[in-house]
Antibody, heavy 115, light 107 residues
Framework: QIQLVQSGAEVKKPGASVKVSCRAS????????INWVRQATGQGLEWMGW????????GFAPKFQGRVTMTRDTSLNTAYLELTDLTSDDTAIYYC????????WGQGSLVSVSS | EIVMTQSPATLSVSPGERATLSCRAS??????LGWYQQKPGQAPRLLIY???TRATGIPDRFSGSGSGTEFTLTISRLEAEDSAVYYC?????????FGQGTKVEIK
């Protein structure tokens, strides 16, 4: 079965960076886009961007431009989200999801930003 | 960017009754619309894609309809396990955008 398994919780200081991983299994990793979505506590879902694991092409929501990088390691079937210049507003659960339709979701990675 | 607006914010329905959730797009998204269910402490789950196609393993009491700018998710016979927040998302244009969610409560 298709699975997306994400890295564990992170605690960061303001101004730091965080890198979250998303390991895919059960399908051909390079055949489907990976999207990243975040959710602050008690809030709705916020789409951050997407990456094509085959080409490495990526696109981001305007509010994250300049602060986000999406990469992959095809040998590990793993996608990565890196977010820099963290503030308390970035405290959220970060999800990866497969394909434009968000067919399958990772379990989420909690990122907490606090001084 | 396309703004997705869901209504109502909260819906209280008795078990066995029908629940109707709405999602409106600020411009046409054709049929590039998904519905997601999220229960407390869980990741969202895809219910419907292409506005009307049930995802794998989704019970047939869930159905989607609409195209263009107006969409509906119907839960035909509500069960207790359907208590959740439901989101719509358009994947026609960049950036992808979600509605703010509808919370379905069981009376």
């Amino acid at each position: 079965q298709i699975q997306l398994v994400q890295s564990g919780a992170e605690v960061k200081k303001p101004g730091a960076s965080v890198k979250v991983s998303c390991r895919a299994s059960g399908y051909t990793f390079t055949s489907s886009d990976i999207n990243w979505v975040r959710q602050a506590t008690g809030q709705g879902l916020e789409w951050m961007g997407w990456m094509n694991p085959n080409s490495g092409d990526a696109g981001f929501a305007p509010k994250f431009q300049g602060r986000v990088t999406m990469t992959r390691d095809t040998s590990l079937n793993t996608a990565y989200l890196e977010l820099t210049d963290l503030t308390s507003d970035d405290t959220a659960i970060y999800y990866c999801a497969r394909a434009s339709q968000l067919m399958n979701w990772g379990q989420g990675s909690l990122v907490s930003v606090s001084s | 960017e396309i703004v997705m607006t869901q209504s109502p914010a909260t819906l209280s329905v008795s078990p066995g009754e029908r629940a109707t959730l709405s999602c409106r797009a600020s411009q046409s998204v054709s049929s590039n619309l998904g519905w997601y269910q999220q229960k407390p402490g869980q990741a969202p789950r895809l219910l419907i894609y292409g506005a009307a196609t049930r995802a794998t393993g989704i019970p047939d009491r869930f159905s989607g309809s609409g195209s263009g700018t107006e969409f509906t998710l119907t839960i035909s016979r509500l069960e207790a396990e359907d208590s959740a927040v439901y989101y719509c998302q358009q994947y026609k244009n960049w950036p992808r955008t979600f509605g703010q969610g509808t919370k379905v409560e069981i009376k």
